[in-house]
């Protein structure tokens, strides 16, 4: 059983977590983009009378299962197995979210990007805004969507899910790149010459500024909703209550 203090904590969380997971499903449903070489594709579309098929579908979708499924599950119920924190991440919740927040701003604008370049006969790769941050933006946004998950409810399950599901990604994405390569030719090559797959030092460190300033804005808000109704001048300068 969760103590009073892990509830307290799911339930602050919850809404933001379920919203950003809901926004992420939503996204990817609204451009479905199955591949040749992802192994859960290939399992799905394969013979049905495939022998170890199940067993195919299962293992492909194990990273996604454990990065995502259980933490929904621990939200849900309230049950959170093999956790591998005593107390919940109060003092880094604030970033957490903020990491929560940018996940989800950097798949939409990387979904509604893409609608864009394949809504064109294009012989080169997209290159609209995010895809100039790194190659695959949607993929970083589900890598950085189960990071702030196991930030948020931190379990030795989460944990396992998560990495596995980036070392998972980063396999699909080198396979996927060879048949890129392929369509684009010359194009592609100068592209990923330019652009990274996954973001490097600059782009890291700005986007660990563009979390502080999401949880910063958090924080605020947070400040905000636990001030409402009381005095005016509380609400102003919220950081004088905490003095008292």
Request: proline share 7%.
């Amino acid at each position: 059983m969760l103590s009073t203090e892990w509830r307290s904590h799911i339930s602050a969380v919850r809404s933001a977590a379920l919203a950003s997971m809901g926004l992420q499903a939503v996204w990817l449903l609204l451009l479905p983009i199955p591949s040749e070489v992802s192994p859960l594709d290939q399992a799905l579309s394969g013979d049905t009378n495939q022998p170890r098929r199940e067993l195919s579908v299962l293992l492909a979708a194990a990273p996604a299962v454990l990065a995502f499924g259980l933490p929904l599950a621990g939200m849900v119920l309230l049950r959170l197995p093999l956790r591998l924190s005593r107390s919940p991440p109060l003092r880094s919740r604030g970033l957490a979210l903020g990491v929560l927040l940018l996940a989800s701003l950097l798949s939409a604008a990387a979904v509604l990007s893409l609608r864009g370049c394949l809504g064109e006969a294009r012989l080169t790769p997209c290159t609209r805004a995010p895809f100039q941050v790194c190659r695959h933006p949607i993929s970083l946004s589900i890598v950085l969507l189960a990071a702030a998950l196991t930030w948020l409810l931190p379990s030795l399950p989460g944990l396992v899910g998560s990495m596995w599901l980036a070392f998972h990604l980063d396999g699909q994405l080198s396979a996927e790149e060879v048949v890129l390569r392929a369509r684009f030719g010359a194009g592609w090559v100068a592209y990923a010459a330019e652009v990274p797959r996954w973001p490097g030092v600059y782009v890291s460190g700005c986007l660990l500024l563009a979390c502080a300033g999401c949880a910063c804005c958090g924080w605020i808000c947070e400040r905000i909703a636990s001030t409402r109704g009381t005095g005016r001048g509380e609400l102003i300068f919220p950081m004088f209550s905490s003095w008292r």
